[in-house]
């Protein structure tokens, strides 16, 4: 069974701070998603990342795929409130990308 | 108009009773998933279904029944519920095309309670 463990479990920080999520397993990805949830509603997708090194932006998001492809980072510059939620990682398998595995969840909090 | 609707948006039921969560979607994708989840371990795939007669359990289907009724339901049943399938249940779709990830697009979530 693939595991994907994301750390810190809580994050609670003041507005205008820096922050990194991580997203670490044991097994390698074909590729990995990251998805952030907010209270009420489903996780919405942010960002795939497919190949090894890969360094996507999406604003004030950095988010990394390591050169293994085994674990993953999420970096947030300058944070915000509307920032705050529950951050997930989900990995898909090698050889098919029918499930995804999902990470156990980083809860971010933004002070204003 | 919401691309992947769930009913009902939340529900408390006795012990032993047959639940029904029910979810639509307008996307047009083949793909279908029903997850649970529970504070502290993310989302566990309970079932999921690549087009109308394809079904294959996820992690955690013991409890659990679904139907593919077509390409745009997906139903989750559960058959006898108890209290530790009280849970978040978030129902997902995603496209088999090629150049995809299989990025999934979710409902609203559906949250139950057995009492």
């Known amino acids: 069974t693939q595991l994907l463990e994301q750390s810190p479990q809580f994050l609670s920080i003041q507005e205008g701070e820096n922050l990194t999520v991580y997203c670490n397993s044991s097994?390698?990805?074909?590729?990995l998603q990251w998805y952030r949830q907010e209270p009420g509603e489903g996780p919405v997708l942010l960002v795939t990342v497919v190949t090894g090194g890969e360094v996507k932006k999406l604003k004030r998001l950095t988010f990394q795929f390591g050169d293994a492809r085994k674990d993953s980072s999420l970096h947030i510059t300058a944070a915000q409130t509307g920032d705050t939620g529950l951050y997930l990682c989900?990995?898909?398998?090698?050889?098919?990308?029918?499930?995804?595995?999902f990470g156990t969840g980083t809860r971010l909090t933004i002070i204003p | 108009d919401a691309d992947v609707t769930q009913t009902p948006r939340n529900r408390i039921t006795k012990t032993g009773k047959r639940i029904m969560l029910e979810c639509s979607q307008t996307k047009g994708h083949d793909r279908m998933y029903w997850y649970r989840q529970d504070p502290g371990l993310g989302l566990q795939l309970i079932y999921y279904?690549?087009?109308?007669?394809?079904?294959n359990k996820g992690e955690i289907s013991d409890g659990y029944s679904v139907s593919r009724q077509a390409q745009a339901k997906f139903s989750l049943s559960l058959e006898s519920a108890i209290p530790n399938q009280t849970a978040l249940y978030f129902c997902a779709t995603s496209d088999a095309g090629a150049g995809s990830y299989n990025e999934q697009f979710f409902g609203p979530g559906t949250r139950l309670t057995v009492l």
């Open positions: 989900a990995g898909a398998s090698s050889g098919g990308n029918e499930k995804l595995t």
């Open positions: 279904s690549f087009d109308v007669k394809d079904i």
């Open positions: 097994s390698v990805f074909s590729s």
